[in-house]
């Protein structure tokens, strides 16, 4: 909708441009055609005028000849009379520089008189117009033919009944000077209109251009700013995670003497009856924080020591059964109840199976940690061809937008005994998989965190 919105008003105006055009050169070309056809009337009238007038001449100069012969008149005398009087001379007196191209009489055999410069002309016979005149006794006009501005009247006409045929042919240079007129008309508009239809056309090009050059400049400016926001992310966690293999290190080895000792003090060490009980609740209270100082290691060195995934095909529904068998256990101490809905005929995927698990374990953990006693965890697996979603929803604590902004930043944690590397942790096997997770969450309403993975890898099509 928008889209034709944007192109209405130019296609609007260039169609109104194209109509003006074409009513212009309309006009143009019918005024020149009027015109033309008053040319040539004009000319018919001037070639009529012209044709009666030499046939009366020639009646008249054929009548005195008759008369000179009746009186019995020397022949010498008529032929000097006819040479100066007769049909030839009449019709070489209208033989004028300019617009008339020839006057010639001719009867069916020959051509008994015409202007200079005619040597040669059809014979009546041998051309379809001047037989038809000619037979029809009337007078016609036509176009010469092969010529474009020469237009012919034709009259025949008799003398002691015999029929002659009078073609009488104006040159109407006019025409030529009409046309040239038309074409120097049309060429001046034509360009005028060509100029203004490019001068539209580039306008609204250019604005169309504008309007992509700024977009695509809007969208390279926010693919520059997430690089860059990645590669301080990167930066960040390289150092931290230097760091942390550092920490996890050193308190490896303490960590292992205190937990042979408390080992040793359980079995070796018999306390006073006053101070047994004391004496086991706190061995049982170090045995605990030993178990949570190595799960931070653990967690530590599996950030740090980042595995390079192996992909394998794998059935996404299975890996998620398991992850969910494994954390019932510890949902169900605090009574809550995970729910996988489990999707039929899943589409097997290429993952790394086992990295893909240690990222469900961090995000179903979070929501474990999240809900309060009697929530609930819905688990499912939504695919389609191209990628497959595994989205764990809870109805918890939710986060703030400030807590959702900082949720995959290294060792932050809301957590009291939160290392802040799960989902750190969880965005990297990811980003390895070149998918990517996305968290919708709201304060005290619950958090759906969605893990989207392309089911093949890149240039790898089904089958393969
Ligand atoms: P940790 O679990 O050690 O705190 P994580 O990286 O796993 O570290 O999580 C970072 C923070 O993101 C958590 O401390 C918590 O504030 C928030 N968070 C993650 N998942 C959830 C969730 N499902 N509901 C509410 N907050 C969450
Ligand atoms: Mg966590």
Redesign the pocket.
């Given at each position: 909708m928008k889209k034709i919105k944007q192109y209405f008003i130019p296609a609007l105006i260039i169609i109104m441009a194209v109509a003006l055009a074409v009513t212009m050169f309309s006009t143009l070309i019918y005024q020149y055609k009027r015109s033309r056809e008053d040319l040539v009337e004009l000319s018919s009238q001037q070639a009529g005028i012209v044709l009666h007038t030499v046939i009366v001449g020639i009646q008249t100069t054929s009548g005195i000849r008759k008369r000179l012969h009746n009186e019995n008149i020397e022949t010498n005398t008529v032929i000097k009379v006819l040479k100066e009087y007769g049909t030839g001379a009449l019709i070489q007196k209208f033989e004028k520089p300019g617009s008339i191209y020839y006057i010639v009489c001719q009867d069916e055999k020959q051509i008994i008189a015409a202007t200079k410069g005619v040597k040669e002309l059809n014979s009546i016979w041998s051309d379809i117009f001047l037989s038809d005149a000619f037979s029809k006794e009337e007078m016609s006009h036509r176009i010469l033919p092969g010529k474009k501005y020469h237009f012919e009247t034709v009259c025949p006409f008799r003398i002691n009944g015999k029929k002659y045929l009078l073609r009488v042919c104006f040159k109407i240079e006019s025409i030529r000077t009409l046309e040239i007129h038309l074409i120097r008309r049309l060429t001046l508009q034509g360009s005028v209109f060509v100029f203004i239809i490019i001068i539209l056309v580039l306008y609204f090009i250019n604005i169309h251009s504008n309007r992509l050059l700024a977009r695509e400049h809007d969208k390279m400016m926010a693919e520059v700013e997430r690089i860059q926001q990645q590669l301080r992310q990167q930066e960040r966690t390289a150092a931290m995670s230097q760091l942390a293999v550092g920490i996890a290190h050193e308190i490896r080895n303490p960590l292992n003497a205190i937990q042979i000792l408390t080992q040793r003090m359980e079995r070796e060490i018999e306390p006073g009856e006053a101070y047994k009980q004391k004496f086991t609740q706190f061995t049982r209270i170090i045995r605990e924080e030993i178990k949570r100082l190595n799960e931070i290691i653990k967690q530590f060195n599996d950030f740090s020591l980042a595995k390079q995934p192996k992909f394998k095909e794998c059935n996404p529904v299975n890996i998620t059964k398991d992850i969910v068998l494994l954390e019932s256990g510890v949902a169900q101490q605090k009574n809550i109840r995970i729910k996988f809905i489990e999707n039929k005929n899943p589409v097997s995927i290429k993952a790394d199976s086992y990295l893909l698990k240690q990222a469900l374990v961090?995000?179903i953990?979070?929501?474990i940690?999240?809900t309060p006693g009697h929530g609930e965890i819905i688990i499912s697996v939504s695919q389609n061809n191209k990628q497959t979603d595994f989205i764990?929803e809870?109805n918890?604590?939710?986060?703030t937008e400030d807590?959702l902004e900082?949720?995959?930043d290294l060792y932050?944690?809301?957590?009291d005994h939160?290392?802040?590397?799960?989902?750190?942790?969880?965005r990297r096997i990811i980003d390895q998989h070149n998918g990517e997770i996305i968290?919708q969450?709201r304060e005290a309403k619950?958090?759906i965190?969605t893990i989207r993975i392309p089911n093949r890898r890149k240039n790898e099509s089904i089958g393969n």
């Open positions: 961090n995000v953990k979070n929501a940690e999240a764990v809870d918890g604590a939710g986060m807590e900082k949720a995959f932050f944690s809301t957590k939160g290392t802040g590397l799960g989902l750190a942790i969880t968290i969450s619950g958090t965190v």
